[in-house]
């Protein structure tokens, strides 16, 4: 269960998400995307990385919240199995590489906060340099150049 507390957010052209059920044993698909009540936006997919595939490390305007379903990902020098909750803070960097012999799949939930990203987006030049200098993901690359 995750919760949340915060000030009412404005809700631009309606009102807030109702009351769903969602599947998450579907590939790769948006399962929730809306306001709520103090959500500019709360967002939720399910994705799937095959083994090997993964995405570099990035920095996101609003906090993150992973799910683990199945398989195993490594992340911030951290291994995640089925069942586990992974939380990026937002503007912290952070990536993911399927690491199993399997697929792995987890629910990404996304908390977009009240301030629009373009105000919330770290700088270009902040993000640049928190790549640069980042240890995590120099060793990120170095492991995916030694695999090849």
Do not use: C, N
Request: hydrophobic share 40%; no cysteine; glycine share 10%.
């Amino acid at each position: 269960m995750l919760k949340w507390l915060g000030e009412s957010a404005p809700r631009a052209g309606g009102r807030p998400l109702p009351f769903g059920r969602f599947e998450t044993a579907r590939e790769a698909a948006v399962l929730i995307e809306g306001p709520t009540s103090h959500l500019r936006k709360l967002h939720a997919h399910v994705t799937v990385l095959e083994p090997g595939d993964g995405y570099e490390p990035h920095v996101d305007a609003y906090d993150v919240a992973i799910v683990m379903l199945e398989g195993e990902v490594e992340t911030i020098g951290a291994r995640a199995l089925p069942y586990d909750v992974i939380f990026y803070p937002a503007g912290e960097p952070h990536g993911m590489r399927s690491i199993g012999p399997g697929a792995a799949r987890y629910v990404v939930f996304e908390f977009h906060g009240r301030a629009s990203l373009a105000s919330d987006a770290p700088s270009a030049i902040r993000s640049f340099l928190e790549r640069v200098t980042s240890l995590q993901a120099w060793k990120w690359k170095l492991s995916k150049l030694l695999r090849r």
